[in-house]
């Protein structure tokens, strides 16, 4: 029961710290500047691209890094500008997901492991009785003790796990959109300055 319980005690810590890690991160990455849409969007209608580029490089966020690869291949098509882009962008939400489906493997891990506890519990208080000519209650209480902390602890640390995942999968969600339509605007800008 120890063994079970240091374990889920372990992927507790680790849940808790991959969700405020994460939400962290995320939370860094969804922060807009308008500013810098802006300063872009007058770069490019200046066709200044070599300052939009130097702002790019100078502003540390997932729109600006995915701009930048935009105005990289600014003399091609406008096919290859979005290709790049969308293709900054699956690494831009590849770097947010990191680390979010280890949560979800938790959830399901936990409950299983404090499961395994349960079934440990069980087969000790099954050997007293076996042994035993007379056991008492006290005996079967203790394995039988053993095996419902341990489904529970199990049961506590995947729903924690379950609902951080959920929580950061939506944030994430959040951020794909804001970034897909501050794409899509300077595609647009691209698109009446040519």
């Not at 079970?4 to 939400?23: F, T």
């Not at 600014?74 to 997901?97: R, V």
């Not at 069980?122 to 095996?147: C, N, W």
């Amino acid at each position: 029961g120890n063994l079970v319980m240091a374990v889920l005690l372990i992927l507790s810590i680790l849940a808790i710290y991959i969700l405020i890690e994460r939400y962290f991160a995320i939370q860094k990455e969804s922060l807009e500047d308008e500013n810098f849409l802006m300063s872009i969007r007058k770069f490019v209608e200046e066709k200044n691209i070599e300052k939009a580029k130097i702002l790019c490089k100078n502003t540390d966020s997932p729109i600006s890094r995915m701009i930048e690869k935009g105005l990289d291949r600014i003399d091609k098509p406008m096919t290859d500008i979005s290709s790049a882009i969308e293709n900054q962008g699956k690494l831009e939400i590849y770097k947010m997901d990191n680390k979010i489906t280890n949560l979800a493997t938790i959830s399901g891990a936990a409950p299983m492991i404090g499961f395994l506890g349960t079934v440990i519990g069980m087969i000790i208080a099954f050997q007293k009785m076996a042994r035993e000519v007379h056991v008492s209650p006290p005996d079967l209480a203790g394995g039988i003790y053993t095996a419902m902390i341990t489904t529970a602890a199990g049961l506590v640390v995947g729903i924690i796990a379950y609902i951080s995942y959920n929580y950061l999968v939506n944030k994430v969600d959040k951020v794909i959109f804001q970034l897909e339509a501050r794409t899509t605007e300077f595609l647009d800008v691209l698109h009446h300055n040519n």
